[in-house]
């Protein structure tokens, strides 16, 4: 519950901070998506009775340790990530360029193309490790990672419409981050 209050308050804390023209209610990101409420359930009902069946499964350290550490990570990257974009970071994939939108390439986006994405795939599987749930772990694992691969594919083609070839360019130099995911394909 921590690392999800946390996540959430940041969220919407470091848009008020970077981006305040973009500030809502929906920055806190609580209500994402029906898919983000029935995945959060399911992680507390299969934590719930994993625990109250096999109580075992639930206190192997060294895997809520690793899952704390991806949390952490994830977190962390984050939030450099919409810092780093500060005013060109929005919860939104944008269609419309606005006059002040800049390619960002520095900081965390000279190691990864969509660092924010990295960072949410990393945190939202690191809970479920951190819980030692199997069954979510596993559905989070491919459910995020079809998400960011369909959003990293949309974000592009406005990238590619806003910036041509210096986002070309970019996208050549820096990989997306994401495990499998190279992004949208840029025919000849």
Request: proline share 3%; with cysteine.
């Amino acid at each position: 519950m921590c690392s999800l209050s946390l996540f959430h308050y940041s969220e919407y804390l470091v848009t008020a901070v970077n981006n305040p023209k973009s500030l809502s209610l929906d920055s806190f990101l609580l209500n994402h998506s029906l898919e983000y409420t029935v995945a959060a359930l399911s992680s507390w009902i299969e934590f719930t009775l994993e625990n109250f069946f096999w109580p075992e499964l639930k206190q192997i350290t060294w895997l809520s340790a690793t899952g704390l550490l991806m949390v952490v990570f994830g977190e962390c990257l984050r939030k450099a990530a919409m810092f780093t974009a500060g005013s060109n970071f929005n919860h939104v994939v944008q269609n419309e360029k606005s006059e002040t939108h800049t390619l960002v390439t520095s900081g965390v986006y000279a190691w990864f193309r969509h660092p924010s994405y990295v960072g949410w795939f990393y945190w939202s599987i690191g809970t479920q490790v951190v819980l030692c749930n199997p069954i979510c772990g596993v559905g989070y694992a491919l459910t995020v990672w079809r998400f960011f691969r369909d959003r990293t594919e949309e974000e592009e083609i406005s990238l590619i419409h806003f910036f041509g070839d210096e986002y070309l360019e970019y996208k050549k130099r820096v990989p997306t981050g994401l495990p499998f995911i190279n992004g949208v394909k840029v025919g000849l």
